[in-house]
Structures are given as structure tokens and as C-alpha cells.
């Protein structure tokens, strides 16, 4: 639990000290080393006791000068190391994410179909959550053919599921509640 709370605060540390201009490289630039960190031996490399903080510094100074990474996404990267909390990076993504969307009015859904939908309805449900909810609507979709049809919409741990596997399973359970 004390890392969630580590991970929130580096994350809300970042949001705080990123402007609105400097966000997309910013953000990128975390994006492709949280690739590295997790697809490659670079997490590994980073996390490990038995490795010199010195030799961890200067391999994140060295893919910052090569990939010329902005000397926020620099310095952040620096101070996990020298702080002994790149382990955190992850999480310290997923909330910078969040923390992020929720200061701008950014409001991140999933929808999972059964079928890959036309790009009329994914505007069309756009529409509708940008009128429930305001602000900037950012929706991925999902197929996962189980669900037969209809669609499942999550927002963080919110879901408002309206599958028609989920319509079945209730029509069955008032069926057995009723006998």
C-alpha cells in the first residue's frame, strides 16, 4: 500500500510541474520508456540492487541525450533512481494518466463490443458521454465476441455493462428467483 501512495505523489508531483505545452512530448517521451522499462532488461537493470546508482544514472542520462528527451522527462527519470523509486514507474504512469485527465476534463472510456463497431456509432456514443459528462471524451474500443452483443462502456472501475450476455443472465436469474 505505501507504494501506491509513493506512486500517487510522484505522479501528482509530475502533473503539477508539466505545463499544458509541454505535455505531448512530455508524455510521450514516458510512454516510449515505460515500453523499454517493461519490454526490455531496462526495468530489470534499473531495479536492481546489485547495480552502482551511478551506472543507473548515467544509462538514463544516456537515453536521454540520445532520444533528446525534454530535461523534465530527464530530471523525473533521474530522481526514481536516485530516490530508489523507478520500481514505481508503472504505477507512477498509470497515475500521471489519470491525474492528468482529471485536471483537463478528459474523461477516458473503454467500449467493448462483440463485433468491431462503424465509426458512426463510436462517434455517436461520444457524443452522448460528452454530453453526460462534459469535457473531452476519449474512447478505445474492444471486441470480445463472449458478450453476443450490445456493448460494455468502463471508465476507470465504473462500468455500466448493457451486453446482451449480462440481459441474459439477469432474464435467468429472475427465472430461478421465480420458481
Known amino acids: 500500500m505505501r507504494g501506491r501512495a509513493v506512486a500517487r505523489r510522484y505522479a501528482w508531483a509530475l502533473v503539477a510541474s508539466v505545463t499544458d505545452q509541454e505535455y505531448p512530448r512530455i508524455n510521450s517521451e514516458l510512454k516510449a520508456f515505460l515500453k523499454a522499462f517493461l519490454e526490455t532488461e531496462l526495468g530489470n537493470v534499473l531495479s536492481s540492487p546489485f547495480i552502482a546508482m551511478e551506472k543507473k544514472k548515467n544509462l538514463v542520462e544516456e537515453i536521454a541525450h540520445r532520444f533528446n528527451f525534454h530535461k523534465k522527462t530527464r530530471n523525473f527519470l533521474v530522481l526514481l533512481v536516485e530516490r530508489n523509486r523507478i520500481s514505481l ?73 448493457g451486453s446482451i450476455e449480462k440481459q441474459l443472465e439477469l432474464i435467468k436469474r429472475k427465472i430461478v428467483e421465480g420458481e
Not at 143 to 161: M, R
Open 89 to 161: 514507474f508503472p504505477m507512477m504512469m498509470e497515475f500521471f494518466r489519470q491525474f492528468w485527465n482529471s485536471a483537463h476534463n478528459i474523461h477516458e472510456f473503454t467500449m467493448i463490443t462483440a463485433v468491431e463497431p462503424p465509426q458512426d456509432v463510436v462517434e455517436g456514443i461520444k457524443k452522448i458521454l460528452s454530453e453526460k459528462f462534459g469535457g473531452e471524451i476519449i474512447l478505445k474500443t474492444q471486441v470480445e465476441p463472449s458478450i453476443i452483443g450490445g456493448l460494455i462502456l468502463k471508465k476507470g472501475y465504473t462500468v455500466y455493462d
